[in-house]
Each structure stands twice: as C-alpha cells, then as structure tokens.
C-alpha cells in the first residue's frame, strides 16, 4: 500500500515562496506510468489541481499556475516536491500530494488513487 506524506512550513509570508516535500513509501515514484500530483483546497473552496509528474519525471502544470509553479523530485529518497513562487494570501491552502497509478487521472482531483493527510498552508504576514 502506497503511502504519502506532505511536510513543510505551515506558514509562509506574501511574496516568498512555499516549499513542501511529499515522501512516498511503499512503492517507486519511478514504478511505469505511474503520475504524482500536487493538489490544493482553498479554505470553503474545491480541490485544485496544480499539476503532475510522471514517472519519468515528465511534467505538466495548471496553466492557472504554471507561471509560479515548479516541481522536481529525488528519486533516491523518493520524494517530490512542489515549489510555488510569489505566494499571496490567496494560495492559503490545505495542500495534498497523491498519486494516478495509469497516468489517466488527472486533472481530475477525484480520481486519484492514494493521497497524502494533507498540510495546511497559511499565507500572511
């Protein structure tokens, strides 16, 4: 059973940047076909897709966010990472990792297999 767990700061002051790790066990990022996303959920708003990385490190982004947005990973520890410049206080979010096991799910939130216990995420000063 895959598991996966964010970590990071849990606030973040307008225009820096949010960092999070999300540290996957019981299973490889780089299993074939597999895609990990970054998901949000605004407070009293829906899930927002952010983007995906596949299992070849192949990457798309919401274009809503892709001018801020970067993603990269460390295969050794098998963990991903989400990078989201010039945070306002909008970006204040529960954020979530989880994980397509085909690659056929995103962008649609819903349809994801295995997700992290999220982390909120508070933007102010």
């Known amino acids: 059973q895959v598991q996966l767990q964010e970590s990071g700061p849990g606030l973040v002051k307008p225009s820096q940047t949010l960092s999070l790790t999300c540290t996957v066990s019981?299973?490889?990022?780089?299993?074939?076909?597999?895609?990990w996303s970054w998901i949000r959920q605004p407070p009293g708003k829906g899930l927002e897709w952010m983007g995906v990385?596949?299992?070849?490190?192949?990457?798309y982004y919401s274009p809503c966010l892709k001018s801020r947005t970067s993603f990269s990973r460390d295969t050794s520890k098998n963990q991903f990472s989400l990078q989201l410049n010039s945070v306002t206080p909008e970006d204040t979010a529960v954020y979530y990792c989880?994980?397509?096991?085909?690659?056929?799910?995103?962008?649609?939130?819903?349809?994801?297999?295995?997700w992290g216990q999220g982390t909120q995420v508070t933007v102010s000063s």
């Open positions: 019981g299973g490889s990022m780089t299993t074939s076909y597999h895609a």
């Open positions: 989880a994980r397509d096991h085909d690659g056929s799910r995103w962008p649609n939130p819903w349809e994801y297999d295995d």
């Open positions: 990385m596949y299992y070849d490190g192949t990457t």
